[in-house]
């Protein structure tokens, strides 16, 4: 079974630039074995995506590009999300209609993202058996698969603990 990198939801005290870093490197990595470039938006982009374990809308980050000086079209944003997307080092949140890092970027895997109704932290999960349940699933149907995430919505364990406590 595979390991997350990101194992549980984040504590409050989380320093995020670990991630982040983490994942610039991965992308870097992968990029230059696949012969295909990590150009200055495309990493910008994904930076911001890794700035939090919220998931971030195209338009949003259109937003923070803008707010930095960039100025980017939405279409260039959603080239960049499009590599991103090509290349596993993001997912997109269908439900959301937005994206977040990819915590197994270069590893073949169906991804479980478990996102919190209420403060909207997300974390991942890969697990070789939910894999191989759905692909025989797919198999049995004749079903011919496109992308596989699976989306888990409830709350975390801050967020339940508060809601308990309510």
């Not at 991942?124 to 149907?141: F, G, P, S």
Request: charge should be positive.
């Amino acid at each position: 079974m595979m390991k997350p990198v990101a194992p549980s939801f984040p504590a409050s005290s989380h320093d995020h630039r670990h991630c982040m870093h983490e994942a610039l490197r991965t992308a870097e990595h992968l990029c230059a074995s696949q012969g295909v470039r990590l150009t200055a938006i495309r990493r910008r982009v994904l930076e911001l995506i890794w700035r939090s374990h919220r998931p971030s809308g195209a338009y949003e980050l259109l937003e923070q590009l803008a707010a930095e000086g960039h100025k980017p079209s939405p279409p260039t944003v959603y080239r960049a999300l499009e590599f991103l997307l090509a290349h596993g080092l993001v997912h997109k949140i269908n439900s959301r209609n937005a994206y977040v890092g990819c915590s197994h970027a270069g590893e073949s895997h169906v991804a479980q993202i478990f996102i919190c109704d209420r403060c909207s932290n997300t974390t991942e999960q890969a697990d070789d058996a939910v894999e191989r349940r759905i692909r025989r699933n797919a198999r049995d149907l004749h079903f011919h698969i496109r992308e596989q995430t699976v989306e888990i919505a409830g709350l975390c364990p801050r967020c339940a603990e508060q809601h308990d406590g309510a």
